[in-house]
């Protein structure tokens, strides 16, 4: 069995942003587990766990994936939910590109068993997911609240396996589809 699912990379500058946004989110009392930068991707469709001869479907399928080269604007913070939040994220500006991809994504995919998605698509990055709310994650929040990232074309999707391990996630590209 792998994990596995679809992702756009970030570029390096917007990582280095990235950290330094969480370096300001961590000094609230909140207990969180950052993302490392190294890590930060948009998700268009987690798989989860499938077998091997799934997998081997998947990629087949995925190396027909076609798109056009997209822009994508990551700008702002803010936490969700809103009511009770898990996760603190930088969001994503992509004028529906991401969407229409997803869409074609979960057509591509739904053959083999895995669902399509049920919530409408909402480009985002994790930068932390949030063990323990404290009041003042607010505040800390609302001062990187407009922070911007930056732009950046989306030429490249990615087919990522997900290893989880005690000292976080190991990502690995499987396969990648060019705009």
């Given at each position: 069995?792998?994990?596995?699912?679809?992702?756009?990379?970030?570029?390096?500058?917007?990582?280095?942003?990235?950290?330094?946004?969480?370096?300001?989110?961590?000094?609230?009392?909140?207990?969180?587990?950052?993302?490392?930068?190294?890590?930060?991707?948009?998700?268009?469709?987690?798989?989860?766990?499938?077998?091997?001869?799934?997998?081997?479907?998947?990629?087949?399928?995925?190396?027909?994936?076609?798109?056009?080269?997209?822009?994508?604007?990551?700008?702002?913070?803010?936490?969700?939910?809103?009511?009770?939040?898990?996760?603190?994220?930088?969001?994503?500006?992509?004028a529906g590109y991401g969407a229409r991809i997803q869409e074609k994504i979960d057509e591509m995919v739904s053959p083999f068993g895995i669902e399509k998605e049920?919530?409408?698509?909402?480009?985002?990055?994790?930068?932390?997911?949030?063990?323990?709310?404290?009041?003042?994650?607010?505040?800390?929040?609302?001062?990187?609240?407009?922070?911007?990232?930056?732009?950046?074309?989306?030429?490249?999707?990615?087919?990522?396996?997900?290893?989880?391990?005690?000292?976080?996630?190991v990502y690995t590209i499987l396969d990648e589809v060019k705009g």
């Amino acid at each position: 069995m792998v994990r596995v699912f679809i992702a756009i990379d970030m570029p390096e500058e917007i990582r280095i942003k990235m950290n330094e946004v969480q370096d300001r989110l961590r000094a609230c009392a909140a207990k969180m587990t950052f993302v490392d930068p190294s890590n930060t991707h948009m998700t268009l469709k987690f798989i989860g766990e499938i077998n091997l001869e799934t997998l081997e479907k998947i990629r087949r399928s995925f190396a027909a994936l076609r798109f056009d080269p997209f822009p994508v604007e990551i700008s702002g913070v803010s936490l969700n939910p809103r009511k009770r939040p898990r996760i603190v994220w930088a969001e994503g500006e992509d004028a529906g590109y991401g969407a229409r991809i997803q869409e074609k994504i979960d057509e591509m995919v739904s053959p083999f068993g895995i669902e399509k998605e049920s919530r409408p698509f909402r480009p985002h990055v994790t930068l932390a997911r949030i063990k323990k709310y404290d009041p003042s994650l607010q505040g800390a929040v609302h001062d990187v609240e407009t922070v911007s990232f930056g732009r950046f074309t989306v030429d490249r999707i990615d087919l990522m396996e997900s290893t989880l391990t005690p000292a976080g996630p190991v990502y690995t590209i499987l396969d990648e589809v060019k705009g």
